[in-house]
């Protein structure tokens, strides 16, 4: 017996199924050229997040922390803190208050305050093993010049040692003085009534989006006191409009509070904020829902 | 196929449409409101600075004790504010908004010999436009008034209720050696003595209108109950029972008093014609029923009883006599005041040995403190707007009239010298 060559075009009860295959390829391949852009024109440009920091009005004392409420900062924040001196300064006033036995225990407290160097700060890991041997190893080896190279080491170790540390206290001046002293800033920050992290808590150390900073700006000029208003449970809705120039295009209520006084404050905010201190580059329409959840009593 | 791929372009498109961000403000960046309180030029003549600066001063005490308003510095001020400004067109508000400002207050002021003239205007810088416009006419003498005048006209544009700043309060002092009946302004100025008894002068009520005053006195031996006309000077016993005719209060209608008597041997409530006919008896009970104050509507009436052991506030309706108690808390709560808007009851209560005082709402909850500290705080009464408290205090020596907002905050004493004790806020002026 033998088996007929494969002619499906040859075969009339073949065909349907052919043309349904082809109608198949064709509706798949139109479905993915689609939903890959290239019936929609040439692929859109990928908007990249714009950060408006503003360094006089709201800058963001420890934008690592992002929380208003200086909560726990992230774990990226422990990496960037300086190594915390504050182990030295009680034993130090410990030392006196103990005089009879004043040598063994500085020597001890040196020792927790290098081990707490290393859990706290990753880049000092590496300094306690390598000057422990070093101070053991020299006595030990007879070969001068291995000990010149190691030596050498020794210095070269230091000297990063060094750098690193006066890299992490510069960085601990232009953060106000570390995540722990955050709200009590010296000097050389924003002073210590600059805000830590904004409202939503999302800061960064490259500034805030603008939405966040347009809720800030909108906050900072609305004003009404708890005297002009006898019920808390108000709220409007408003839809904004800012052009690409940081102008104040359209406002319009799409839901009134119901109170005159408390519309007309949110009219003056918007008012007060009809320019914006910086060109957005785009339009930007936002809905800003104006409530008295936080007003203190 | 051609209708495929349109069908699935306009869902794209559908699907596509612009999703606008949402974000909420909890409560206002600024809680006060910057106002800017420009002295006033002379319109017309020779500037007289005392006008402009007592004008100045008494207008900016007012809208301090508001407690809503953030005053700009005047040494802030640019060349606008050395303009005279009777119409918005006129004033530059670019320069106030640069200040910060949201209101201003501008005007001017024309004075002929002891006639005067002052122009009071409030503007709000934010919209450009002219909130309200006052004219006063009077003499020097009336100064005062005119800028407690317009305090009250800003509260009524910023925030829909009219001020207290015009009314006046009456209260009872001994500086003559005898406890006699004054009235002064909201702010403790122009103090006038009303009654010359030479004896023990108590509790005052102003009349709704603000004509007439009801007092207890001692004068005839026994503490009955006078009646005073304020712009004649008319005075009259208006129940002389045995026994007390005291802490009387007007009904918010002007035609009742509400006040506790004796006759009957027990202190009791009794209902009183304004012509001094008795009307009817409120309670009837063993235990001591004294200091009633009115609810706003004149229904009920708060009082303090010592029918259920300790003395506290009670609330009973006039109609069905039905009485419950208001104060769960504490061992001696006194004195009741009803807020005008019906909203709060400011009482007193003593603990620790001092008397400190408090308000409650009518259905007895939401109790709150408003007073701390040493010294005795004492017979608290509303202002007209419910806003503040009057009371007196000998927290720092010598009983004086004090004012605070109504919750608690911006004491203030206003009497000087002399013993004061029993404020009453008059209604109207």
Redesign the interface.
Known sequence: MSIPPFAPHNEPGLRPLALSLTCSL??HA??LL?FSGF??GPAPVEQRPVYFVDLTKMPVLNPQAGRPDGGPAPKGDSALAPAPPQPDAPKAADAPSEPSSPEPRPAASTDKAASKATVSSPGAKPAAPATRPAASAAPATGDYNSVQDKLAAMRERQQRQQELAALKNRIAALSGGGAGSATGGSGSGYGSGAPLGMPDGTGTEAGVDQ??W??AY???????????ITRRDLSATV?LAFSADGSLISYHFIDSSGD??FDD?V???I??AKTLPFQPQRQI????????????? | ?CR??TL??LF?CLTAT?V???????????????VANAELLPLAGPAQPGIAKELHKVLAVDLDM????RQLDPAAFLDDARRPGLTSTQVDFSQWALLGA?ILVKGGYHAQGDHIRVEFRLYDV??RRLLTGRSYVGTRNDLRLMAHKFADQILLN???KEGPFSSRIAYIDNRTGHKELYLMDTDGANVLRLTDHRSIVLNPDFSPSGREIVFTSYRRGNPDLFRKILSTGQEAALSSRNGLNVSARFRPDGRELALTQSASGNPELTLLGTDGSQRRRLTNHWGIDVDPSWSPAGDRLAFVSDRQGNPHIFIMDVLSGQIRRLTGSGKYNATPAWSPDGERIAFTRLEGGNFDIYSIRPDGTDERRLTFGAGNKEHPRWSPDS?FLVYSSDQAGGKGIYVM?A?GSGIRRISSGGQCQHPAWSRQR
């Not at chain 1, 909108?218 to 002009?228: A, E, G, R, V």
């Not at chain 1, 800003?288 to 936080?294: E, G, I, R, S």
């Not at chain 2, 606008?20 to 910057?34: C, D, H, L, M, Y």
């Open positions: 064709v509706l139109a479905a689609l019936l929609s939405q966040t347009l809720q909108l906050k900072d000029n609305w004003s009404l006191s708890k005297y002009q839809r005159a006084t404050s009219k003056r905010a008012l007060k329409q936002l809905d800003v829902v104006f409530n008295l959840k936080d007003l203190m009593d | 196929m495929l791929v699935l372009f794209a612009t606008v961000a949402q974000v909420e403000i909890r409560a206002p960046g600024q809680q006060t409101i910057n508001a407690g809503l308003f949201e934010v919209h910023v925030t829909g806003r907002r919750d």
